[in-house]
């Protein structure tokens, strides 16, 4: 089993659209789970860290679910630039490493 | 304040070669870590340096070393190159190792190994 699962997609939707990409880990000690976005052939870019009460920032909201170890993302009114591979990250119960997903790829069509 | 560079960005070397890639942090920044990513996966970590000192290794094997310098940059090298060492190698900074992870990474050295 995958230390962070993701759904590869892709998730195909319309501008304006919401849109919720799901994320599972598997080492209960993990204290910090953030989200990244990739572009194509470009470095991952912090998009927000995901706290225990969750989170917003603008139209991206994250929840964190610690007993079923579960985390997710979601993107209210979908804009073009929203297209890219959203990466769900854990540390790896020590601080050193961050675990990577394989990324989910969403592309927002007009 | 520049982010993290790292150099070259592109690299082409023949299997059995010795390649050195290069990474300096954000200013201020203590800890490096580098990750290999290839296509179609998330970044896998190799190395994290905090303070000069190897802070974690993955599961990567002993052709992979590196070393971080008094101004906190950081060398990856990687000998004997395989065709499978092709990838995206990225560089992360972080302000120090500890309970606060999240890290920012430089736009990579994009290696392929022919």
Same mark, same amino acid.
């Given at each position: 089993?995958?230390?962070?699962?993701?759904?590869?997609?892709?998730?195909?939707?319309?501008? &304006?659209?919401?849109?919720?990409?799901?994320?599972?880990?598997? %080492?209960? @000690? /993990? +204290?910090?789970?953030?989200?990244?976005?990739? *572009?194509?052939?470009?470095?991952?870019?912090?998009?927000?860290?995901?706290?225990?009460? &969750?989170?917003?920032?603008?139209?991206?909201?994250?929840?964190? %679910?610690? @007993? /079923? +170890?579960?985390?997710?993302?979601?993107?209210? *009114?979908?804009?073009?630039?929203?297209?890219?591979?959203?990466?769900?990250?854990?540390? &790896?119960?020590?601080?050193?490493?961050?675990?990577?997903?394989?990324?989910?790829?969403?592309?927002?069509?007009? | 304040?520049?982010?993290?560079?790292?150099?070259?960005?592109?690299?082409?070397?023949?299997?059995?070669?010795?390649?050195?890639?290069?990474?300096?942090?954000?200013?201020?920044?203590?800890?490096?870590?580098?990750?290999?990513?290839?296509?179609?996966?998330?970044?896998?970590?190799?190395?994290?340096?905090?303070?000069?000192?190897?802070?974690?290794?993955?599961?990567?094997?002993?052709?992979?070393?590196?070393?971080?310098?008094?101004?906190?940059?950081?060398?990856?090298?990687?000998?004997?190159?395989?065709?499978?060492?092709?990838?995206?190698?990225?560089?992360?900074?972080?302000?120090?190792?500890?309970?606060?992870?999240?890290?920012?990474?430089?736009?990579?050295?994009?290696?392929?190994?022919?």
């Amino acid at each position: 089993r995958k230390e962070v699962e993701q759904d590869p997609g892709p998730f195909n939707v319309p501008e &304006g659209a919401t849109v919720a990409f799901n994320c599972t880990y598997s %080492n209960s @000690a /993990s +204290q910090s789970f953030f989200w990244y976005r990739q *572009d194509c052939r470009k470095e991952p870019k912090l998009l927000m860290s995901v706290y225990s009460s &969750g989170n917003e920032d603008g139209r991206f909201t994250a929840q964190l %679910n610690r @007993a /079923s +170890q579960y985390i997710s993302l979601l993107i209210r *009114d979908s804009k073009l630039s929203d297209s890219a591979t959203y990466l769900c990250v854990v540390n &790896g119960g020590s601080s050193y490493k961050l675990i990577f997903g394989s990324g989910t790829r969403l592309l927002v069509r007009p | 304040d520049a982010g993290v560079t790292q150099s070259p960005t592109h690299l082409i070397k023949t299997r059995g070669q010795q390649v050195t890639l290069r990474c300096s942090p954000i200013s201020g920044h203590k800890s490096v870590s580098w990750y290999q990513q290839v296509l179609g996966q998330g970044p896998q970590f190799i190395f994290q340096y905090y303070e000069k000192e190897e802070r974690g290794r993955g599961n990567f094997p002993d052709r992979f070393s590196a070393r971080q310098f008094p101004n906190y940059s950081s060398e990856l090298n990687v000998n004997a190159l395989l065709l499978g060492d092709s990838a995206l190698y990225l560089c992360a900074s972080s302000p120090r190792t500890g309970e606060v992870t999240e890290a920012f990474f430089g736009q990579g050295t994009r290696l392929t190994v022919v």
